[in-house]
């Protein structure tokens, strides 16, 4: 997987892949890949021969989220004035 997305070796998914192998834990995350501006939930099943990883493209719910943050923002501050 490291082969295919270099720009994920270092990271909190790629701490949280190892961690999952190492303890052999289930773990999920969402996740920002920025090379694509990308948000990904990621849910990773260990095994003894692997890992099982199911993801699923949020971007659109983490847009809309920051999105409705803004306005909320906005909206306490015309109603603090």
């Not at 790629?14 to 961690?19: I, V």
């Not at 192998?21 to 939930?41: A, G, I, K, S, V």
């Not at 692997?50 to 989220?65: P, Y």
Request: with cysteine; aromatic share 14%.
């Amino acid at each position: 997987i490291w082969e295919l997305f270099p720009a994920a070796v270092g990271t909190e998914a790629y701490h949280q892949f190892h961690e999952a192998m190492r303890d052999q834990t289930p773990h999920q995350f969402d996740y920002l890949y920025e090379p694509w501006n990308c948000w990904h939930d990621h849910r990773i099943y260990p095994s003894s021969t692997g890992l099982t990883v199911l993801i699923a493209d949020i971007s659109d719910r983490k847009h809309a989220e920051t999105a409705l943050q803004e306005s909320e923002a906005r909206f306490r501050a015309v109603a603090a004035n």
